[in-house]
Structures are given as C-alpha cells and as structure tokens.
C-alpha cells in the first residue's frame, strides 16, 4: 500500500499541468454528504481530486479525508490539486492519499489509525484524464495500445485478454456490459481477426468492430465501437466485482448514521447500488439525482451520472 500526506508537500509539476477534470454533480454531492467540520470521509475514487478538494474544505482544519484511486498516476494529479487547494483561505481537512482500489477501504483507514467513517463517496466509471491519455489505450479517438488498465500496476491487459478469451465468453460480455445487439458478429471478427495477427492497438480494434458491422448500425450518436470499448474495459478491471465488494466494504467501514454516496454512468452499475441501498441501508434518495441541462451543456459526461445515498443504520 502506497500512502502520500498531502502535508508532506508533495506536488507533480507535469500532472498540475495534465489536470483538467469537472467534477459530475458536485453540488449534489455537497448537498447529500451533510457535511460538517471535522467528519471523517472517504473518497474511494479521488481521481484528480474534483469532489475531493471541495469536501475537503468543508471539513475544515479538524477534518479529516482519506482519498482511495487505484490509478497511482491519477493520484498524481490530486496531490497537485490539493497543494493548490490549501492555498485558499480557510483551510483545509487533513489529507491522506492511498494507492489501492475502494474495495480496501477497511486497510486504507487502519493504515491512517482509524477504524470508522462519517462518510463514503464513490465516483464510478472511467476518468476524463484516462480516456485522454491515448498511452493508457481507453479511447479510440486517438490510436494507442490496448491496455485498459485503470491501475497501471495490473496485470491484465484488454490486448491479453482479447488475445485469450472465448468466442462466447467475448460476445456475452459485449452484449451484457455494452449493450451491443451485434456482439456475436464482433466477436467473430475479433476472433478470426486474432488468429491472423495479435490485437494491440486500439484503432486497430476500432476499425475491426465498425467492419463487422452493417452498414446501417455504423452510423449513429456515438462511435459505433464504443460500447465494445466500454464492455472490454469493464471486464478487464472487474468493474462490476469492485462495485460489489466496494459496496460491502463501505458498509462496514461507515459509523451509525454515516452515509454512503454513489454516483454511477451504467445501467448495472445503477441496479447493484440500487439493491444494495434497498437491502443494507437507509435509502435518502429515493429516485436517483441526476444533472440539470447547464451542466449537462458544459460537461456531456454528466448525461448519464445517477447518484444515489443512503444511510447506515443506527446502532441499537
């Protein structure tokens, strides 16, 4: 486990300039954490410190913010932005930055000397700074390799794992996790592709799924290889599994009456936290929150954003 206080003064002059990141539905999170000085919250997916920087000003001085990405290049970018932060008056909770995924959230606060939390925020999906980053291979608009990994630090590869998988394990997968109704032709051109030449660049793939489309289904939107992408990226950083074990470990990590903050971009995503909610806690939000049309405007991301709160129950 890697830990960096922000008190240390640790900065990253490349990732000050890289950081370009609009929080989705920040008022909203605001709102729903009910913060006060000198709570407890964790972040377990600080990315580049959007939300983070912001409840860690509403901590104040006396508070305290546990920060979790398993992006240890991302972190980067939120020390920088929390040595900006501390420069406003004010001031600011006390900061801990840690390189290990949400589900370890338990290990993350007894590395900090705490066993509890007033609060937990999940920002899920892929970051803007990721899909960016044509080295990290997440998007196709521009041509990288085909990695995927929102841990840098993993082993698997999206270029490994289509290399290895199952014709039918792969078109499941497509059509499950990215709603594509052609996956069993884009699993078949992914197969037979891979038997003529190693997949590894991600506008090799791109080009690979618009050509085992029909004509009509090419044009649309949005690109017609981006729900392969989105099911590919899913399955190689077990997005799904993380949810569920970074649920359950939320849970136990919060106090009586802490809350829970999700905030999610997939239908999946929304009907785990969903259930979740309904059978482990307190629902507060009973529809989910979603982005007003000016937000919307100004970052489209925030389209599909779902947020969603509840609250541990009191100890008896």
């Not at 509890?116 to 980053?133: E, I, K, N, T, Y």
């Not at 991600?202 to 729900?227: K, N």
């Not at 359950?248 to 802490?258: E, I, Y």
Request: net charge neutral; with cysteine.
């Amino acid at each position: 486990m890697n830990i960096h206080d922000t008190n240390q003064g640790r900065n990253d002059e490349d990732a000050s300039r890289q950081r370009v990141h609009v929080p989705v539905l920040l008022a909203e999170v605001l709102e729903v954490l009910e913060l006060t000085p000198g709570l407890l919250v964790i972040d377990g997916t600080v990315g580049a410190g959007g939300h983070a920087t912001r409840i860690a000003r509403a901590l104040g001085p006396t508070g305290r913010l546990l920060g979790l990405d398993r992006d240890n290049e991302i972190l980067a970018c939120a020390r920088a932005a929390f040595a900006e932060s501390e420069k406003d008056a004010g001031g600011q909770a006390g900061v801990s930055l840690v390189h290990l995924p949400y589900s370890r959230m338990q290990e993350a606060l007894a590395a900090i000397g705490q066993s509890a939390a007033d609060a937990v925020l999940l920002d899920l999906g892929v970051s803007s700074m990721q899909l960016d980053r044509p080295a990290r291979g997440f998007s196709f608009m521009a041509d990288g390799p085909l990695d995927m990994r929102m841990d840098p630090t993993a082993e698997l590869t999206a270029a490994a794992w289509l290399h290895a998988v199952g014709e039918e394990e792969l078109a499941n997968a497509i059509y499950r996790l990215g709603d594509e109704r052609y996956s069993r032709r884009i699993a078949r051109a992914i197969v037979e592709e891979r038997r003529r030449t190693p997949l590894r660049r991600t506008g090799q793939l791109a080009e690979l799924v618009v050509r085992a489309l029909p004509a009509h289904a090419r044009r649309g939107p949005i690109h017609a290889a981006t729900r392969t992408f989105q099911a590919i990226r899913m399955v190689v950083n077990d997005e799904l599994g993380e949810l569920e074990r970074g649920l359950l470990a939320a849970r136990d990590c919060l106090k009586p009456g802490g809350r829970l903050v999700v905030i999610s971009f997939h239908s999946h995503e929304d009907r785990i936290v969903k259930h979740f909610l309904r059978e482990q806690m307190q629902v507060i939000t009973k529809k989910p929150i979603t982005a007003g049309e000016p937000e919307v405007r100004e970052n489209p991301r925030a389209r599909s954003a779902k947020l969603r709160c509840g609250k541990k129950g009191e100890a008896a």
